[in-house]
Structures are given as C-alpha cells and as structure tokens.
C-alpha cells in the first residue's frame, strides 16, 4: 500500500502539518507502508530539520505562481509520476492548490482521496478572510471534502464543525502523534546562554505561531503581575512571528525571552529546562506542543479549546476556559506548588501521552487507509 502525502509547505514556520505530516509517514513505513511527501517549496530558505533527519522520500515543486495558494505547474505530474496499482492519495491542507491537485488527480485516476481538515473548519478560522473563503468554498472546496473517500479530523469537535457547514461526508478521527523516548542527553548551550539560562531559576515556556489566537498576551499580562510575586520565575515565548502587528503590540518585559523558531535540539533543550508550559489559545484541532511538553514530564496549562479534558482526569495541570483571569490563576496556582507535587502532574501527563505515540496513530491511520481500499 503506497500513500501519496500531500502538504503545502515543509517548512517547520507553517507549523503543525509541516511537522506531524514526514512523522506520520516515517511510522506508516515502519509498519509496512510506503509513503512520499509531496510539498510546494516557496523559498530556498526552507527549513524542514523534520525531514532532513529521517530517510523519507520527499519530494519539493517550485512555486510558480501566487505563494498565497501555494500553486506550482509541475505538482500535478510529480503526483501522477509516484501512482501505482494499490495508491491512496493523502491531502494534509485545504483553501491551497496542492489540496486541488491532489483532488483532481484522484477524480481523473480514480485513486482514493483522504482529506485531512486540521482545524481549518472551526467557525472562528472560517470567519478569518470570511469573503475568500465563501467563494472558495463555492468554487471547489466543498466539492473537495465531499468527494474524499474520507475526511480525516485529529478532534471530535472538528466532526461537529464540519456538518455545521453541510459537509457530512464519512469521517476518521486519529489524533496527531507525538515523540515519546530516545531524548537526546545533551542541552544546546547557544540557545542557553540566549535566554541566560540559571538553573536556580524556573521558566514558563510558550511554543506556537506568535498570532492573536495562540494567546501569548494572556501569558504576558499574568506574568507582568505574577513576577514580583515570584522573583525565580521567567519566561521563553518559542515560535515564528508570523503577525508583524501582533508581535509589536506585546509588551516588552524584563524575564521575557523571545526565541524565535527553534530547530528539534533547541526546542528539545528549552523543554528540558522548562517548569511550566502554558499555551493560551483560543482553538486547537490537536495541540501538539501540549503533547510535546507532557512527554518531557512538565505540567501544562491551556485551554478547553484545545481538546485536552483529560489533563484534569489525569491530574496533569490546567484546562481553563479562556479568560486573563483563569490564566493568571492557574499560572498562580501553579508556581506556589512544591517541586514535588510539580513532578507528580509532570509525571500524570507522562502518563497520558503515551496514548497518543506515533506508533499507535500510524497503525490506526493504517486501518483506516485499508478499509477504504
């Protein structure tokens, strides 16, 4: 069984897909799958340190068009070129001509299509560029999603979402996976000395795209209180700016530590060095990095739009609707505890985590692909 991965971007600034995508298709090998990825290359400059590591077959187009929708003339003949008998084709992004290429090419092979909606449906992401999206949805996308042989969401409240518009077609829910075991011993000492990193010190730590709905505001305005209350305490916001507005609205405050992209050693060391994780945001399809910091034993706090209920089953940290003061008090609450009941939630979400290993999801995602076969 060959899977044909389709995805926009490989570059680790588009975040999730760009990620989770090559993971995903690194596990399908290893349980007797053959997978490539297919991805448009916008600029030289792309940096996928996912990929480079792993013995995947990748495959990058040129843009040759618009980089807004992500259109390249010669996706359609590298997909074509990787079908055989026993093919299904992948698609990991909508709204972008790979996610059009890949139907297309599916309708006139007659392959199975497999479209993975990853939060773009949400009423909150449909109403950002509202206009844009009504008319591609008139044009194609819907067209898209109801033709897939399977619509693929990571949460349940993505299935929901979805009918809310009319797409009712037959979905698969498998959750992202995540990176559990084999850590690497040593610390990147660049990015250490970056953030003056003193092990008497204990840090917060922040990882997604630096935009309005992720919430690093609420992160800042608790810790702009919080900080005289704690004097051992400070921060290191991890991500690419990708709201140059946004990121100049955030104030500037001593103990704040702005990082920008990290590669896997760097992010794999602020994770090591982290007490705390916090993500604020308004919505998540699956929350990676929430996965991510529960892997390395460290309590987290977000919110109850991303679909993480089970930190409060498992005593792991904090599910707050989101509100400045739920945050301020759960960051609160979580700094006066001991080190000791700190390790204990760490070692709660530790434990929850290995629900999601990517070993797991690739033989669900397997099943799935076989039963439409």
Request: positive net charge; glycine residues 6%.
């Amino acid at each position: 069984m060959k899977i044909i991965h389709i995805v926009e971007s490989l570059d680790v600034s588009h975040g999730g897909p760009a990620i989770c995508v090559p993971l995903l298709a690194k596990h399908l090998n290893s349980i007797g799958c053959s997978s490539v990825v297919l991805s448009v290359q916008a600029t030289k400059e792309e940096s996928d340190s996912i990929v480079s590591k792993d013995e995947l077959k990748i495959v990058k187009v040129p843009l040759t068009g618009f980089k807004k929708i992500k259109y390249s003339s010669k996706l359609k003949s590298e997909i074509i070129n990787e079908i055989t008998k026993d093919t299904i084709i992948h698609v990991h992004s909508i709204w972008t001509y790979p996610s059009y290429a890949g139907y297309k090419i599916s309708k006139d092979f007659g392959v199975p299509l497999v479209v993975s909606v990853r939060g773009t449906m949400y009423k909150w992401a449909m109403n950002k560029s509202k206009y844009v999206k009504l008319v591609a949805m008139w044009l194609y996308q819907r067209r898209i999603l109801n033709y897939a042989n399977k619509i693929h969401i990571t949460e349940i409240g993505e299935k929901e979402a979805m009918e809310n518009i009319g797409i009712f077609n037959d979905k698969m829910l498998v959750p992202d996976g995540v990176s559990i075991g084999n850590k690497p011993d040593d610390l990147n000492k660049k990015i250490l000395k970056s953030v003056e990193f003193n092990k008497n010190k204990r840090y917060i730590f922040f990882l997604g795209r630096i935009v309005p709905n992720k919430g690093v505001h609420f992160l800042l305005n608790s810790f702009k209180i919080l900080k005289h209350k704690y004097k051992d305490v400070e921060v290191i916001i991890g991500g690419s700016f990708n709201d140059s507005s946004y990121c100049s609205s955030l104030e500037k405050i001593d103990g704040v530590h702005f990082v920008g992209m990290l590669n896997e050693f760097e992010k794999h060391t602020m994770f090591s060095i982290s007490t705390l994780f916090v993500l604020p945001t308004v919505s998540e399809n699956f929350g990676l990095v929430v996965a991510e910091a529960m892997s390395y034993k460290i309590p987290v706090i977000t919110t109850t739009g991303a679909p993480w209920a089970d930190i409060l089953k498992f005593e792991a940290g904090w599910w707050v609707d989101l509100t400045e003061f739920n945050i301020f008090n759960a960051i609160d609450e979580a700094l006066s505890l001991n080190s000791e009941e700190l390790a204990r939630k760490g070692k709660n979400g530790y434990a929850l985590v290995q629900n999601f290993s990517w070993d797991k999801q690739a033989l669900e995602m397997k099943k799935h692909y076989e039963s439409i076969l």
